[in-house]
């Protein structure tokens, strides 16, 4: 999945793990955690194409996620803290909603030798062109922004000047967004339908998980009421 997607998917994660845990930093940990692979591999691959020769690389792979696992069980020993086990989880979710299984080369390094060298043509400028021209990604950019704009006075701890709600009418119509989506992604993912709908940029299976994410924030948006989500109490 891209940028958006994955961005998207740990704000979804967040949220549930703040019904739960009364910690504040568990909200921006879910999101460094969710975008390390892509912040990771995708400047390698630019600025060392000879070396990393994809945007899949070391951040994508199972022994990175497995270390910061041992490193996160480490700090909960020590310090009581959940905060390192959320990042790796996250990591190793990256990597799952990328299907990285279907890449053993990569997932599994070193097992199967060195990476696969399929540099991006266009570099940067075309990682861009993908994401602005992709219509599922602009759905995933403004369901985050409305989150996070809506969760951030709480982050910074300034509940006295943030309501802590996001209007109805904004709520359910971002739903009813997500769920058309998701179910567009769903269906091109498993082959139901030919000619366009929104963001064929996907690969057939990382366009069902998409769609597979943004259900999931149709769901959450209509079962979980926004006043009581924690992070933005």
Request: glycine share 8%; hydrophobic share 55%.
């Amino acid at each position: 999945m891209y940028l958006f997607a994955h961005l998207f998917s740990a704000i979804l994660i967040g949220i549930v793990l703040c019904q739960f845990r009364n910690d504040r930093w568990i909200f921006p940990v879910c999101i460094a955690g969710a975008l390390f692979s892509d912040l990771l591999d995708k400047p390698l691959s630019l600025l060392m194409p000879d070396v990393f020769g994809s945007t899949r690389t070391i951040g994508h792979t199972l022994i990175v996620a497995l270390l910061l696992m041992i490193a996160a069980c480490i700090l909960w020993q020590r310090y009581g803290t959940i905060l390192g086990m959320v990042f790796a989880g996250m990591v190793l979710l990256h990597q799952v909603l990328d299907m990285l299984w279907t890449v053993p080369v990569t997932w599994f390094f070193p097992l199967y030798g060195i990476f696969e060298k399929t540099p991006a043509a266009g570099g940067f400028m075309q990682f861009f062109l993908i994401e602005a021209t992709s219509p599922s990604e602009w759905v995933f950019a403004l369901a985050s922004c409305v989150f996070i704009v809506s969760c951030y006075p709480v982050i910074r701890k300034d509940q006295a000047s943030h309501s802590g709600r996001i209007p109805a009418p904004v709520q359910y119509g971002l739903a009813a967004l997500l769920g058309i989506t998701g179910i567009s992604l769903v269906i091109t993912g498993i082959g139901l339908l030919s000619g366009p709908v929104p963001a064929l940029h996907y690969e057939p299976d990382k366009t069902l998980m998409a769609g597979l994410v943004a259900i999931g924030g149709a769901i959450t948006l209509c079962l979980i009421p926004v006043q009581k989500w924690p992070v933005l109490r």
